[in-house]
């Protein structure tokens, strides 16, 4: 049986390239909850041809009202379950410290995924490494990717993650 593999997804700056005036070809647009949306196609038929052992974990202030689930998932054509991690895991951490960072963290106990590799994709990573565990920097562990909010997940990052999958056998 393959390793299970957990992808972490932010959505503002990773998916959502709105306001960038793209010229990416497979741009495509909608609106969800109120607000316009920009996407690659390609980016989303790449998350749905994923191996099914890869686990599709939205970590995004979208989760309010679990708008990622209910608005962003018909929207966008995801095809594939996901789950939805809640920033109330984060407890009352200081303002200063990254909230997803504590949620992940908490999650992962919670869920028993202590020890399971995954990959992390959210465009805030560089300014807040300093707030993510050290329990989520084991070396070989997770693949940490943080684009740029104006391109989001481009082709170099999706070679990145199949190398990553090939390295764990998935």
Not at 12 to 18: A, E, Q, S, T, W
Not at 99 to 120: C, P, T
Not at 123 to 129: A, K, V
Request: with cysteine.
């Amino acid at each position: 049986m393959a390793e299970q593999v957990d992808l972490y997804l932010d959505f503002d700056g990773v998916i959502n390239i709105n306001g960038t005036r793209s010229s990416y070809l497979d741009a495509s647009y909608g609106k969800a909850a109120g607000w316009k949306i920009e996407w690659r196609k390609g980016v989303i038929d790449y998350i749905n041809s994923l191996p099914e052992n890869v686990n599709l974990v939205w970590l995004t202030t979208w989760e309010m009202n679990n708008l990622a689930e209910t608005e962003l998932v018909p929207l966008l054509g995801i095809t594939r379950p996901t789950v939805t991690i809640s920033r109330a895991l984060a407890g009352s951490s200081p303002y200063h410290e990254w909230w997803k960072a504590r949620a992940l963290n908490a999650w992962r106990e919670l869920e028993g995924r202590e020890d399971r590799k995954f990959i992390w994709i959210d465009d805030d990573l560089e300014s807040s490494f300093h707030d993510i565990p050290e329990a989520l920097l084991s070396e070989g562990l997770g693949l940490l990717m943080c684009p740029d909010w104006r391109s989001g997940i481009t082709e170099e990052f999706m070679k990145e993650i199949d190398k990553f999958l090939e390295e764990v056998r998935v």
